[in-house]
């Protein structure tokens, strides 16, 4: 298995890449999050790895962190959810969108990602569910699960996009009820 791979960038055509490593080109296709962040071209590049092997195939997909490569790894899990579906998922959202999206059971973020339905989303959520904490979001035993949800809703509904409602949600104490839970993230997202 190929882990990790070093060399010298040169080429970038999202979503592939080509690094030469000692006169050998390889290519890895990579999400958007990982292409925005590399270096220019005839610069060093690391990128970790996941090698992927199929009957007609042998694909190199690279990652700028550990953790969007083990969420990649996650997503190849769901039944339904190939390489190229995870890879557009990571493309169209961040690893803690996606964490959060999980958290609030949320599937209007991932019906957003181009490829992913309805029913995928809601397969995602359900297999997902167990996958990702996100500190905040997580109600604790005893607690209605839907306060931040139900939270998150209501900014939505008032008119705020979901960036900056999740962002408000995320700031808010656990154990939160649902009308303070309001009043609170109206108040962050007022002094934004």
Not at 64 to 74: A, S
Not at 76 to 85: C, E, T
């Amino acid at each position: 298995m190929i882990s990790r791979i070093s060399g010298v960038l040169i080429e970038k055509a999202p979503p592939q890449v080509v690094i030469d490593c000692h006169g050998v080109g390889y290519e890895c296709e990579v999400p958007m999050s990982t292409f925005y962040n590399l270096p220019a071209l005839g610069e060093k590049v690391v990128l970790l790895t996941q090698f992927i092997v199929r009957e007609d195939a042998q694909l190199l997909y690279g990652f700028g962190t550990d953790r969007e490569r083990q969420t990649f790894r996650q997503l190849l899990k769901v039944n339904g959810i190939g390489a190229k579906s995870a890879l557009s998922i990571l493309s169209g959202l961040s690893v803690d969108d996606l964490a959060q999206a999980v958290a609030l059971q949320e599937t209007a973020l991932l019906t957003r990602v181009p490829g992913i339905g309805k029913k995928t989303a809601e397969r995602l959520l359900l297999e997902l569910k167990d996958k990702f904490s996100v500190d905040g979001l997580t109600a604790p035993a005893g607690q209605p699960k839907s306060a931040s949800g139900d939270v998150l809703n209501a900014l939505l509904a008032l008119g705020y996009n979901e960036r900056e409602a999740m962002a408000a949600v995320k700031q808010l104490p656990a154990d939160v009820v649902v009308a303070d839970g309001i009043r609170l993230a109206l108040k962050s997202l007022s002094k934004s």
